[in-house]
Antibody
Framework: EVQLVESGGALVQPGGSLRLSCAASGFTFSSHWMHWVRQAPQRGLVWVSR????????SHADSVKGRFTISRDNANNILYLQMNSLRAEDTAVYYC???????????WGQGALVTVSS | QSALTQPPSVSGSPGQSVTISCTRASVPVGAYKYVSWYQQHPEKVPRLIIY???HRPSGVPDRFSGSQSGATATLTISGLLPEDEADYYCSSYGGKFTWVFGGGTKLTVL
């Protein structure tokens, strides 16, 4: 059974930093692209970042480019999202997502809540 | 990253069929084969219900179907059940290793 477990969500002040982690199990982690998708309170889903199998070509949404960095540790089956220069509009539940086809979002974690507020 | 436009809300009575559209601005959805649909109940994690425009993952009832014509992809739910009441999102590969979601559609089962 595929399991994705996010951790690291917290309350952080504007301008601060935070790193989210996602522990993956139940599938061959190193064989799949991984994504982060976020959802602000009472709002829709927004794709944030994606990383390929070996971590060589990450990609990010324009809204987070230059502030967020996605990375992975294939030896320990962990996905990361380093978030810097956080803004109030980054407040959201952040989901770790993967899939067997890489091009859609088949498996979702339970999400980690990030709140950016002073 | 192009936007995907969905109607904010749709409704239907039990047993009826409803459709939810997903229109891609500037670039025809047909140019990208990787449209998917997600169902999200309140306070729950999204669930993939359609991938590659028309395909259903195992376990998804065949009451859910997807189609595409030009710049618009469509999710059809037939034989509406009360438990179908949820938010529905379309998503598409946006090129250059980016993805985009529609704004979401709230389905109310009357």
């Amino acid at each position: 059974e595929v399991q994705l477990v996010e951790s690291g969500g917290a309350l952080v002040q504007p301008g601060g930093s935070l790193r989210l982690s996602c522990a993956a199990s139940g599938f061959t982690f190193s064989s799949h692209w991984m994504h982060w998708v976020r959802q602000a309170p009472q709002r829709g889903l927004v794709w944030v970042s994606r990383i390929d199998r070996d971590g060589s070509t990450p990609s990010h949404a324009d809204s987070v480019k230059g502030r967020f960095t996605i990375s992975r540790d294939n030896a320990n089956n962990i996905l990361y999202l380093q978030m810097n220069s956080l803004r109030a509009e980054d407040t959201a539940v952040y989901y770790c997502v993967s899939g067997s086809r890489d091009r859609d979002f088949e498996f979702w974690g339970q999400g980690a809540l990030v709140t950016v507020s002073s | 990253q192009s936007a995907l436009t969905q109607p904010p809300s749709v409704s239907g009575s039990p047993g009826q069929s409803v459709t939810i559209s997903c229109t891609r601005a500037s670039v025809p959805v047909g140019a990208y084969k990787y449209v998917s649909w997600y169902q999200q109940h309140p306070e729950k994690v999204p669930r993939l219900i359609i991938y590659d425009v028309t395909h259903r993952p195992s376990g998804v009832p065949d009451r859910f179907s997807g189609s595409q014509s030009g710049a618009t992809a469509t999710l059809t739910i037939s034989g509406l059940l009360p438990e179908d009441e949820a938010d529905y999102y379309c998503s598409s590969y946006g090129g250059k290793f980016t993805w985009v979601f529609g704004g979401g559609t709230k389905l109310t089962v009357l």
